[in-house]
C-alpha cells in the first residue's frame, strides 16, 4: 500500500533548484504526486515501496538536494532552526556591509565627487586605494560571501546551475578580472585599467539583504501551521489508579479520562463524562460563538474550556486526532503542486542555462560592436545579465500564494486537500447542494404520526420505532426520540434498502418503514393518506409511511431545521453569479418548498444515493464546472465524481475522505469563502507570474545594455543585485496581503 511522505529539501536557493528536484522525484519509479515546495523547502509525494523512498533520497541527493523526514523532526527546533537561519543571514549582510562600505566609498566617491579622486590620489594613491579595496573584498568574498561559491560552482560542475552560480559567476568575474588589472595592468590597454571591486561586494551585500528580508518574510508564510501545531497542549491532567496527575500530553491513551479546567486547551479528541462548560472551537472550525458541551457530548484537542471543569475520556490521541488530521491536511494543501506549476517549472529549469548563454553572447556583441574600452565594457554588461535574471521570483510566486491562500482559508475553517480543487474552484459555474445535514441540522424531529385507520397511534409509534432502532439515519433518530418514553419490542431480520427505507420483523409481523413510492411498489394501499401527505409536503416536511404485513400502519411526518447559515451561502454564491442548485431523496413537493424558501430555482427531488451522479451529470452545461456539497455516507459517490467535492465537516468520515475541501465547522456558508480563497489565491498567483517573468523579460535587454545606443543608459551590476532582490520581496509581500482575506 502506497504511502504519503512529506519531507524537508535542503540547499534550495531558487526556482531553478525546486525545479530540478521536482525533476529528480519524477523520474523515480514508484514515486507519484510528487510536489516540491519552494517557499516551504520541503516536498511531499506517495511512495509504493521501501525501496522508492529510498531511490527517492538518493535521486535527491544525486541532484544537490538532499532530503530528511519531515515526521523526524521537532516542530519547536525546526522554528528555531528557521529564526537561527534568519540571524545568520543578518550577521552575515551586516559584516558584508561594514566590510563593502569602504570599498563603495573609494571607488564610486572618486567617480561621483571630483574633489574626492583627487584627495585620494594625492594622499594614499590609487594603487593604494585599489590595493586596500582588493584587500577587504577578498574578506568579504572568502566570508559572507562564500556561501555562493560553496553551492554554486558544485551546481555549475554538475551542469545543473542555480542561483547561487550566477551569483558566484558574477561577483568571481568582477573580482578576478580587478585583480587582473591590479598585478598586472601594463597586460591592459590603459582605457581598461579600471576595477570592479565595488560591484562585487555591493552585489554581494544586497543578495544577502534580499535573503534575510526573504527568509523573513517565509517565515511568516508558514504561520497558519505554527498557529495549529501551537494550539497542542503540552500537559494534561490524566487519571491514573483513581488519582490525577499531570502528564506530558503524549502519554494520554485512547480510554484513559482526563481532566480539563476552565481556561485550559483540552489535551484530545473524546467524550465528555461528567460536567458542563462552553468551549470555544473557533480555532478549529471558525464559529466564534462557543458550544456548550454536558455529559456523553463530543470534544475535539486544541479546543479551549471557557469555564465549567470536564471530565472527558480520550478517544483519539496523537496523529488520530482531529487535530493532526487537520494539521496534515493544511501542510498537504501548503505542499500541493498546481497544473500550473508544471509550466512555471519547465520555464524556470531551462532559464538559468538560458541566462548563462544570453550573457556569453551578450559579451562578445559589446567585444565585437562595442564602443571602446571594450573590455570593461563587456564584464559590466555580462555581470549584469547573470544578476538581474535571477529566477528567485519565479520559484516564489505560486508556492506562497498557496501556502498563505490556505492557511487562511483554513482559518477561516476551510480546508483545501488537493491542488487542483484550489485551482478549478475559483471557475466554478455550478454549487449542487445535498439538503438533510447539509442546508439543514440534520437533527430532523417528529411533526406528525398519523395512524391508519384502526390502528392506536401509540401502537404505530412502537412498532416503527422498534424497527428503526437498528439505523443511524438523522429520521430514525428522531423517530427513536419520539419514543423515548415507550418500552420497544426487539426487531428481527432487519434489513434496509439505502435511499428506500427498512423493514424487520416485529412481534411476527413485518414491520416496513419508508418512502411513499417503495411501499406502493411493494403492493401497499397508501391512499388514505394522500390529503394529508400533500399538506404535509407542502410545509415542507418530509413524509415517510409504515406498513404492518402489507397492510397501512401509519404516516409519519418529520421536518428539519435550516442551517443559518444556509441562506447566506445561497445569496454569496449567486451574488458572485453561480448557479445553485438542490438534489435530495425527498419528494417534489417538500423539495420545492425547502427551495424556494432558500432561494433556489434549480432542484431534483427524488433522487436514490446512487442517482445523485446522474442528476449531477443532468444538471451540468458543456463548460460547466461544478461543486458538489455533501455530508454523507450516501454523498461519497457525488462528491467524488462532482468537479470538485465539498464536504460538511460535521458528517462522515466517508464523505469527508471523498471529497477536496472540508467546511470544518458544518456551516454551508464556507462554500463561499472557500470560492473566495480559491479565486484570490489564483489571481494573486497570476500576478506574482506576471511581475516575476514579466520582470525578468523587460530587465535582461537592459542588463544587456538595450538601451545604450539610444540614451546612453547601463545598468550597473550592483543595480541589477538590488532589482533583484526587491523582485523578490514583491512577490513575497505580494503573497503575504493574503493573509487579510475575509470571509
Keep these: 500500500m502506497a504511502d504519503t511522505f512529506h519531507i524537508r529539501v535542503q540547499n534550495m536557493s531558487c526556482g531553478a533548484c525546486a525545479a530540478r528536484a521536482q525533476k529528480a522525484l519524477d523520474g523515480v519509479e514508484g514515486i507519484k504526486g510528487a510536489a516540491v515546495n519552494f517557499a516551504d523547502e520541503s516536498a511531499q509525494f506517495t511512495a509504493g515501496s521501501a525501496k522508492a523512498l529510498k531511490d527517492a533520497f538518493e535521486a535527491l541527493d544525486n541532484a544537490g538536494y538532499p532530503g530528511a523526514l519531515k515526521q523526524d523532526e521537532d516542530a519547536n527546533k525546526r522554528r528555531e532552526a528557521k529564526e537561527n537561519d534568519v540571524k545568520a543571514l543578518r550577521r552575515a549582510t551586516l559584516i558584508a556591509a561594514v566590510l563593502a562600505l569602504p570599498v563603495f566609498i573609494l571607488e564610486m566617491g572618486s567617480h561621483v565627487f571630483p574633489a574626492m579622486h583627487h584627495a585620494i590620489h594625492s594622499s594614499i594613491g590609487i594603487e593604494t586605494s585599489w590595493q586596500l579595496q582588493s584587500v577587504l573584498t577578498t574578506i568579504l568574498m572568502i566570508g559572507p560571501g562564500a556561501r555562493f561559491f560553496r553551492r554554486g560552482i558544485p551546481a555549475l560542475l554538475r551542469g545543473a546551475p542555480d542561483m547561487n552560480s550566477l551569483v558566484a559567476l558574477g561577483t568571481g568575474a568582477a573580482y578576478v578580472y580587478s585583480v587582473f588589472v591590479l598585478a598586472a595592468p601594463e597586460a591592459l590597454p590603459e582605457q581598461s585599467r579600471a576595477v570592479y571591486f565595488e560591484s562585487a561586494c555591493v552585489i554581494i551585500v544586497l543578495i544577502l539583504l534580499g535573503r534575510w528580508l526573504e527568509a523573513r518574510a517565509k517565515t511568516r508564510t508558514g504561520a497558519a501551521i505554527e498557529r495549529l501545531v501551537g494550539l497542542r497542549p503540552d500537559m494534561a491532567r490524566i487519571e491514573i489508579d483513581g488519582e490525577w496527575y499531570d502528564r506530558p500530553v503524549e502519554q494520554l491513551t485512547s480510554g484513559q479520562r482526563f481532566l480539563v479546567r476552565a481556561g485550559e486547551r483540552i489535551a484530545a479528541d473524546g467524550e465528555v463524562v461528567s460536567g458542563h462548560s462552553d468551549v470555544d472551537q473557533s480555532m478549529l472550525t471558525g464559529e466564534p460563538m462557543p458550544v456548550s458541551k454536558s455529559a456523553g457530548d463530543p470534544v475535539t484537542g486544541g479546543t479551549i474550556n471557557a469555564d465549567g471543569t470536564l471530565v472527558c475520556v480520550a478517544t483519539n490521541t496523537g496523529s488520530d486526532s482531529k487535530l493532526a488530521q487537520i494539521i496534515s491536511l493544511v501542510e498537504t494543501a501548503q505542499g500541493a503542486r498546481l497544473p500550473i506549476q508544471a509550466l512555471v517549472d519547465q520555464i524556470t529549469l531551462r532559464f538559468v542555462p538560458a541566462v548563462l548563454v544570453v550573457a556569453v553572447l551578450t559579451m562578445i556583441v559589446w567585444g565585437l560592436v562595442g564602443p571602446e574600452p571594450k573590455l570593461p565594457f563587456m564584464l559590466v554588461v555580462g555581470v549584469s545579465v547573470l544578476i538581474i535574471a535571477c529566477p528567485c521570483a519565479m520559484g516564489l510566486a505560486t508556492p506562497t500564494s498557496i501556502m498563505i491562500g490556505t492557511g487562511r482559508a483554513a482559518d477561516l475553517g476551510v480546508l483545501f486537500r488537493t491542488g487542483n480543487a484550489l485551482q478549478h474552484l475559483q471557475g466554478a459555474t455550478l454549487v449542487a447542494f445535498d439538503k438533510t445535514g447539509t442546508l439543514t441540522e440534520g437533527k430532523p424531529s417528529l411533526n406528525e404520526l398519523l395512524p391508519a385507520q384502526g390502528v392506536a397511534q401509540d401502537d404505530a409509534l412502537v ?196 471529497a477536496d475541501v472540508i467546511l470544518m465547522g458544518g456551516d454551508p456558508a464556507g462554500v463561499a469563502v472557500a470560492v473566495t480563497a480559491s479565486q484570490q489565491t489564483m489571481r494573486n498567483i497570476r500576478q506574482n507570474l506576471v511581475w516575476a517573468f514579466g520582470y525578468n523579460v523587460a530587465l535582461i535587454p537592459v542588463a544587456a545594455g538595450v538601451l545604450y545606443p539610444f540614451f546612453g543608459i547601463l545598468l550597473s551590476p550592483a543595480l541589477a543585485a538590488g532589482a533583484m532582490g526587491l523582485s523578490s520581496l514583491f512577490v513575497l509581500t505580494n503573497a503575504l496581503r493574503l493573509r487579510g482575506m475575509k470571509a
Design 463 to 658: 412498532l416503527v420505532a422498534a424497527v428503526e432502532s437498528a439505523s443511524q439515519h438523522p429520521l430514525a433518530r428522531a423517530i427513536m426520540a419520539a419514543a423515548a418514553t415507550h418500552t420497544l419490542p426487539t426487531a428481527k431480520d432487519v434489513t434496509a434498502s439505502p435511499g428506500r427505507g427498512v423493514s424487520g420483523e416485529v412481534n411476527d409481523a413485518l414491520i416496513a418503514v419508508g418512502k411513499h413510492s417503495w411501499l406502493t411498489e411493494a403492493g401497499v394501499d397508501l391512499s388514505q393518506f394522500d390529503a394529508p401527505r400533500e399538506a404535509a409536503e407542502a410545509k415542507g416536511q418530509t413524509v415517510f409511511f409504515a406498513a404492518r404485513s402489507g397492510k397501512p400502519l401509519a404516516m409519519l411526518a418529520l421536518s428539519d431545521t435550516v442551517k443559518q447559515g444556509a441562506k447566506q451561502a445561497v445569496d454569496a454564491l449567486k451574488a458572485r453569479g453561480i448557479r445553485v442548485a438542490l438534489v435530495s431523496g425527498d419528494s417534489e413537493a417538500a423539495v420545492a418548498y425547502f427551495a424556494d424558501h432558500l432561494g433556489i430555482s434549480t432542484f431534483v427531488s427524488n433522487v436514490l444515493p446512487e442517482g445523485k451522479i446522474a442528476a449531477l451529470d443532468g444538471l451540468k452545461h458543456p463548460d460547466d464546472v461544478i461543486a458538489f456539497v455533501g455530508d454523507g455516507i450516501n454523498d461519497a459517490p457525488a462528491l467524488a465524481h462532482a468537479d470538485i467535492g465539498i464536504a460538511v465537516g460535521t458528517g462522515t468520515d466517508v464523505a469527508i475522505d471523498a
